[in-house]
């Protein structure tokens, strides 16, 4: 069954830096902010997107809207095409990794290449189930006792550990949050499988996943390893879901390298 979809709306979008096109792309519930030690990494080089996707952070959240990932992407392509971007190096993080992916197989020809962190080839069980019990402990607990379940889902515990005001604060945001779009992108995800396409994928590929993950479990990334024709892996061990927020160094240079090795094998006209 095709995936309803209202039109696409323009994003609120960080711009940043000159070169070739890097978009970055969050997960449910984030917004931008996620890449925000990533971004002056990679904006001496490249040049930067990181968008608020629909119902996020400063983009509008259409009352009619059912966050499908067609939604999503037509959304991604407006940005695109807004920018004059004809094609870019596209990055996702966990459900924007999964967006990414879509985006990739859907309009191949607007993604030079991907770079899926913390993603997978479809939501299996366990994540199904993470994602539930997040909706679950916000409706039956509130909203503190939300964040502290995502926290401890999300993030290394030792990196937690040493980074408490950070817990802090996302506490304190928990309680502005408004989860309807999180909640509708979170049930469109459920259904999303890709296994039997992602074997056509033709941008090359680089897979960025954490061995300590708790939400999307690390076999995920061998999976899209063996399955992506000539896809590259980079594991990172000690590290929970959010790598670009517990790994923003180690994430901008696997983003960096890769995206040069890619721009010097296949030169073509400058994407932005």
Do not use: C
């Amino acid at each position: 069954m095709a995936e309803e979809a209202t039109p696409p709306i323009d994003l609120s979008t960080r711009d940043e830096g000159k070169g070739p096109v890097v978009v970055l792309l969050h997960g449910i519930g984030g917004n931008h902010a996620v890449w925000n030690e990533v971004i002056p990494r990679l904006s001496s080089t490249f040049r930067v997107l990181a968008p608020d996707l629909r119902g996020h952070g400063r983009s509008p959240a259409p009352k009619d809207s059912h966050y499908t990932f067609r939604e999503l992407e037509g959304d991604v392509i407006r940005l695109l095409d807004g920018k004059h971007v004809a094609s870019a190096h596209i990055v996702g993080l966990s459900g924007g990794a999964l967006l990414a992916l879509r985006l990739a197989l859907d309009a191949p020809e607007r993604a030079r290449s991907l770079i899926l962190v913390s993603g997978a080839a479809y939501t299996d069980a366990h994540t199904r189930a993470v994602a539930q019990r997040w909706e679950e402990t916000y409706a039956k607990e509130g909203a503190d006792r939300f964040a502290l379940r995502v926290l401890k889902d999300l993030y290394y515990p030792d990196w937690i550990e040493d980074h408490l005001d950070f817990a802090d604060e996302v506490r304190a945001q928990a309680k502005h949050l408004d989860l309807a779009p999180t909640t509708k992108w979170s049930h469109a995800m459920q259904e999303f499988d890709e296994r039997k396409r992602i074997g056509t994928l033709r941008p090359p590929t680089l897979v960025v996943q954490a061995m300590d993950d708790a939400v999307v479990d690390a076999s995920h990334g061998r999976i899209l390893r063996q399955s992506i024709p000539s896809a590259q892996i980079r594991i990172l061990a000690e590290t929970g879901h959010m790598v670009p927020v517990e790994r923003p160094e180690e994430t901008a240079q696997a983003i960096a390298s890769f995206v040069k090795a890619v721009e010097s094998r296949a030169p073509g006209p400058d994407a932005g």
